[in-house]
């Protein structure tokens, strides 16, 4: 071999030495919450439930935390009016109606869901106009039927059309198991949904239009000389509760989708089927008070922040800084953190270019070997190809490398916070 191979292969060993020395670098354990040393507590099972179906869901992290036939289809009554007001406040939002449009209450909105009928009813008069506000007031607080249909009419031209955007917001939001035929909930064939997808939709109406979200806590409202109060009477009750819906018809029991807030923690409990109104009552505030026991949420990583700086190979930087798009929480049994895991999958070779945003692994968090939270692990700056010379000088120690790209799993840094 000529001296200029040697010297060659030389560096080029002693290259993918320091760099195998890099990749087998494990970062440190997310750091432990100081604790004293006593027993831990257990956790009991959730609560007896009485409902055809239910879901308790941590709203900042999106868990389902307990739940019984959670993806069974079951008729929602007027908790379709949360997607009724959703894809109302989507469409404010947008610009495309606006809260003073007047509103001119139709046959159909009057005969459907007026005083006529035996649903719940904000007691619109027959070609009157309101204003949009007020349909929306009444729709959410006194559950108005007529309000409902209004709103439908106004937004899309036709409850029928209105109801095609409904369900177009459903697959957008991810509920799976949701098909909409109105905007009231009146009892239909082919009107059905889940306690899952309520809970998505329900934890999407708070994040994405908390301002309208904020009309399900007021207790009453009157209108044409009306006063009712809100049905859910958890807010008379405790008051953590500020929303959401509730609904009736015989088919479908008495069911309702309840949002709580203790400190930073906030809940989500839907109850579908249920025997009385006092029974969805106290399921749901059971099932609230059971996630803010026994239950907490702790933000692992933040946003943005490096959580690798893997080698860069024919880069013009030397190192790919990656992490996450957005803040990591998780949400576990009270005393069970300690028990988290979180890991890196990243390819073992990363090779210019990356643009900033471009996924190029996934961060695990695990508890007793059971997934926890999955997230995109992204390159956090551009990272274009490095000129000619550093392009061939790393083509050729990739060459002694063995050009492998296998995924390789690490530890993940510790937690930014406990």
């Known amino acids: 071999m000529s001296f200029f191979r040697r010297t060659l292969a030389s560096l080029a060993a002693a290259a993918l030495v320091a760099g195998a020395a890099f990749a087998q670098q494990t970062p440190p354990k997310p750091s432990p919450v100081p604790r004293p040393t006593v027993p831990e507590a257990p956790v009991p099972p959730p609560p007896d439930v009485d409902g055809r179906s239910w879901v308790l869901m941590d709203y900042a992290t999106g868990q389902i935390l307990a739940s019984k036939n959670p993806d069974e289809r079951v008729e929602p009554a007027s908790i379709t009016k949360i997607m009724t007001d959703y894809v109302v406040s989507a469409e404010i939002a947008n610009g495309k109606i606006h809260m003073e449009d007047p509103v001119t209450i139709s046959e159909h909105a009057w005969r459907g869901g007026g005083a006529g009928t035996d ?4 007691f619109l008069k027959l070609n ?24 439908a009419e106004h937004t899309a031209g036709s409850e029928e059309a209105f109801a095609n955007l409904m369900n177009a917001y459903a697959k ?35 994040h994405d239009f908390p301002e309208d979200y904020a009309i399900s806590k007021i207790k009453q409202f009157e209108w044409n000389g009306i006063k009712q109060g809100n049905r859910n009477t958890l807010l008379w009750r405790d008051p953590s509760v500020d929303g959401i819906k509730t609904g009736h018809t015989a088919a479908a029991g008495y069911c309702l989708a309840a949002s709580a807030v203790q400190g930073d923690s906030r809940m989500i409990a839907i109850v579908m089927g249920a025997s009385s109104e006092k029974a969805r009552a106290d399921s749901a505030m059971a099932l609230l008070n059971y996630g803010f026991r026994f239950y907490e949420t702790h933000k692992l990583y933040d ?15 030397d190192t790919l800084p990656i992490g ?40 695990r968090v695990t508890l007793d070997n059971q ?7 992204v390159a956090l700056n551009d990272a274009p190809q490095g000129g000619f010379f550093k392009r061939l000088w790393d083509s050729i120690l990739l060459w002694f490398h063995g050009g492998k790209k296998d995924d390789t799993a690490t530890t993940a840094p510790a937690a930014d916070t406990k």
């Not at 035929?181 to 708070?206: V, W």
């Not at 946003?303 to 930087?317: N, S």
């Not at 997934?371 to 692990?377: A, C």
Request: charge should be positive.
């Open 119 to 122: 649903g719940s009813t904000s």
């Open 128 to 151: 009157s106009q309101v204003p949009l506000k007020d349909l929306l007031y009444g729709m959410i607080i006194q559950s108005g039927n007529d309000a409902a249909i209004a709103l």
């Open 172 to 206: 957008q939001l991810g509920m799976t198991n949701t098909h909409f035929e109105n905007a009231s909930g009146y009892p239909i064939a082919n009107h059905y949904t889940t306690a899952r997808d309520i809970a998505i939709l329900s934890r999407a109406l708070i």
């Open 303 to 317: 946003a943005g922040k490096p959580l690798a700086t893997p080698k860069l190979w024919k880069g013009e930087a």
């Open 324 to 363: 996450i798009t957005q803040p990591l929480q998780v949400t576990v049994k009270r005393g069970s953190y300690d028990r988290l895991k979180a890991t890196m999958d990243i390819p073992a070779t990363l090779v210019a270019p990356f643009s900033k945003g471009q996924q190029v692994g996934t961060l």
């Open 371 to 377: 997934p926890v939270q999955t997230m995109p692990l």
